[in-house]
């Protein structure tokens, strides 16, 4: 036997162009059948499904409830051919009240709750249709939508619903498809029918009218939206954006001035185990210095106590603190991505999805009226040829008992139809009464006021956007309104303004000291007082900078590039290892070094000085940076780099100190308070340049670190370790000046120590 006999029918194509066909296919497959929803009902295929099964299995809101395993076998038997497991999760969703904001299914059993704890298994739940799901298939009955064959060919299923109740925009919708996505917040129903009526009423109205009547999202979850309004109305026009939602919450006294707050509410979407979880974790690693304890008090309401740690917490600073930090506050997402009357995926504005839903409507009504009007003129036709047994009773009782054929011949005597004849002849003769021939009369007099009423409407534009009308304020009136269901759940606020959090309310207040390396090793060491010298470096490295500081401080970090780098304490390594490398923190280049670290201090004034002798004094809030990249403040010269930073409100007087050994001492208030720049020159040199610098008080005197007693002009102090000289005026002179040769005694490293 041939391969060609055995595998079939064998074709060469080109391996891309069959994977991109392929794909192509499994993409439209994806979008149009598993994740977007359809503008028309809001509905993705497997929704639509389990609804239309239940209403097949008759689980209307009257009737008794049915185990889901039986509507779960019904769909995935006739409609859906996927796992159980998909369909059933889907179902439950639908009957959570804390994922849909008007729930399609009423479910009894365990079916999940707001903890994020799963559902019980199919076999223990049970579920029937609500009164909003009646509403999104009412009609389906009537022709209103159109039905295509089930995935077997052996039943059919509607490709949408005639949807009365707007869906899409009241219970929302998520779905991840291929290359595109959606996701679209719930609302509420009032409001929604408020705008429909608008645009009804305004065809060409605007977005910021509609939103007049639909101000933001509803989340079934409740909350408080904080998003500003001009933002809400950019979003529904472009059919992107996101809205800032955030808890509930309260504050309750203890007394004695004490006080506890309770969350009520919290976004919608959190599991509120994983927050309790998320709160709690933070807690463990010190991260939230403001609250001491959570606990978890919600019984059939949701209710979070948050304990501060004193009562001296503002209530405002702690709760914006968990607003950044977890799930108290969340983004949610707007993406109007769904496919349109043509099957077409498209993101929409707030006005085209609902003017989708108008002019879907509008169709229904117009299918279900011809429906209507073809079963009245079924129903007069028969009536008409009822009365005709009454007017001629007799003649008609002696056709059907002699004649061999009374159908053909009643046809044929007062020009019957043969719907008109069967009819006749299928009457009981106790429907020949003088009252049964005065109901027909009745009935066909009202059928024919229907008709006339019928056939204006689908001759009329205005009547039936009347008739929508009504129709969308009569779901108003059921599913709107201040009712539980109807009423807004989700507050509405203006957002709040920015509160600064100081650092001291995000990291706990501890004393360290911060030790940097020769080579740049960064970490910090509990308390004060450490020896650099006695801590365990790596081989071949050594201490360099010991850093006194608290954890809530700021580290400045100057390198010799002129720039300022900005680290926070909290974020250094401990000290029980050997830190991690600077560069790792910042982005400082390799051919670049660390001139100074100190912990920033308010108020504080630094000096810069390059190696040429430029230099100035700058604000110590002005080198600040918030980047990785730092802050640019120093610009040194070509072929010069930033030599020294000195705390400048500690003395009057900086003495300058250059590579030949000559010393000039300037006053502070000589040199210039800048932002930036290279600075102006502060001493000059023959040869050389800047070899080291330090912030004095003319009034103490200059003093350095010395292993020999001097003589003369200078006073020895602390046993030959310490020297001072306290007459500076003959190195005392204006900036730019070269100054003269150090005193004598001066350490011949050329250092101040």
Request: with cysteine; proline share 5%.
């Amino acid at each position: 036997m041939s391969l060609t006999a055995t595998a079939g029918e064998i074709r060469e194509v080109d391996f891309a162009e069959a994977l991109g066909e392929r794909y192509l296919s499994y993409a439209l497959s994806t979008i149009m059948s598993r994740s977007l929803p359809d503008v028309r009902d809001g509905l993705k295929p497997v929704h639509r499904r389990i609804l239309h099964a239940m209403q097949q299995l008759r689980l209307d809101p009257a009737s008794g409830y049915k185990k889901c395993a039986r509507v779960v076998g019904d769909v995935i038997g006739k409609f859906h051919p996927h796992g159980e497991l998909a369909v059933y999760d889907a179902l439950v969703r639908l009957a959570q009240d804390f994922s849909q904001r008007y729930p399609l299914v009423d479910g009894q059993g365990n079916f999940g709750n707001i903890d994020g704890d799963n559902a019980a298994a199919m076999r223990y739940t049970e579920s029937r249709l609500s009164a909003v799901a009646q509403a999104m298939l009412e009609g389906i009955d009537e022709n209103a939508v159109d039905f295509r064959p089930t995935y077997d060919g052996e039943d059919s299923e509607p490709v949408v619903l005639p949807a009365r109740f707007p869906n899409l925009l009241a219970n929302g919708a998520a779905g991840i498809a291929v290359g595109m996505a959606t996701n679209i917040p719930p609302h509420n129903a009032g409001e929604l029918c408020a705008a429909l009526l608008h645009l009804i009423e305004e065809p060409a109205c605007t977005v910021e009218a509609l939103c007049a009547h639909l101000p933001g999202p509803d989340f079934p979850t409740g909350g408080v939206l904080v998003e500003p309004a001009e933002n809400i109305r950019q979003a529904y026009a472009a059919g992107r954006g996101s809205f800032r939602l955030r808890a509930r919450w309260t504050t309750e006294p203890l007394g004695h001035g004490a006080y506890q707050i309770v969350v009520t509410e919290i976004p919608f979407g959190v599991p509120k185990g994983r927050l309790v979880e998320k709160i709690a974790a933070l807690l463990e690693e010190k991260k939230l210095p403001l609250l001491a304890d959570i606990h978890d008090e919600s019984a059939e309401d949701l209710r979070l106590v948050l304990e501060p740690k004193s009562r001296n917490v503002d209530a405002g600073v702690l709760m914006e603190q968990l607003f950044r930090l977890t799930e108290l506050e969340i983004r949610v997402p707007l993406n109007l991505n769904v496919l349109d009357l043509a099957g077409v995926p498209r993101v929409m504005s707030l006005k085209e999805a609902l003017q989708a839903f108008l002019d879907h409507r509008r169709e229904v009504l117009r299918r279900r009226s011809r429906h209507r009007l073809a079963a009245v003129a079924r129903r007069i036709e028969i009536l008409k040829g009822q009365i005709v047994v009454y007017l001629n009773l007799d003649e008609v009782i002696r056709i059907i008992r002699e004649d061999d054929n009374p159908k053909d011949a009643m046809m044929r005597r007062w020009e019957l139809s043969e719907v008109q004849a069967e009819a006749i002849l299928n009457m009981r003769l106790r429907t020949l009464r003088r009252l049964e021939e005065i109901a027909i009369r009745k009935e066909l007099g009202s059928l024919s006021a229907e008709e006339t009423r019928l056939t204006r409407l689908l001759d009329s534009e205005r009547r039936q956007w009347r008739a929508i009308a009504k129709e969308i304020a009569e779901t108003a009136a059921e599913f709107g309104g201040d009712t539980a269901l109807g009423r807004r759940r989700t507050s509405l606020a203006e957002a709040p303004p920015s509160i600064e959090i100081p650092v001291a309310a995000l990291v706990e207040r501890e004393p360290v000291t911060v030790l940097c390396s020769q080579k740049g090793w960064v970490r910090a060491i509990k308390g004060h007082g450490a020896s650099a010298s006695e801590q365990r470096y790596k081989e071949g490295d050594g201490p360099r900078f010991a850093v006194a500081a608290e954890t809530t401080d700021r580290l400045l970090v100057f390198a010799t590039n002129g720039r300022f780098y900005t680290i926070g304490i909290d974020r250094l390594p401990g000290g029980r290892g050997q830190g991690e490398p600077l560069r790792l923190m910042v982005d400082l280049p390799n051919e670049h070094d660390v001139v100074a670290m100190f912990p920033y201090r308010p108020g504080m004034e630094l000096l810069v000085v390059a190696s040429d002798g430029r230099g100035f004094v700058v604000d110590g809030e002005e080198a600040v940076a918030q980047t990785r990249t730092g802050k640019q403040v120093l610009m040194p010269s070509e072929g010069a780099i930033a030599r020294i930073c000195l705390r400048a409100e500690e003395g009057d007087a900086v003495a300058l100190l250059g590579d030949n050994r000559r010393m000039l001492v300037v006053k502070l208030d000589d040199i210039p308070l800048m932002t930036r720049g290279r600075g102006v020159i502060l001493q000059r040199y023959k040869s050389g340049g800047l070899a080291d610098a330090k912030v004095l008080r003319l009034a103490d005197g200059l003093s350095w670190a010395q292993g020999e007693a001097g003589n003369g002009a200078q006073a020895l102090s602390g046993r030959g370790r310490i020297r001072t000289v306290t007459d500076l005026s003959p190195w005392v002179g204006p900036r730019g000046g070269a100054g003269r040769t150090v005193p004598m005694g001066f350490p011949r490293t050329n250092r101040f120590g």
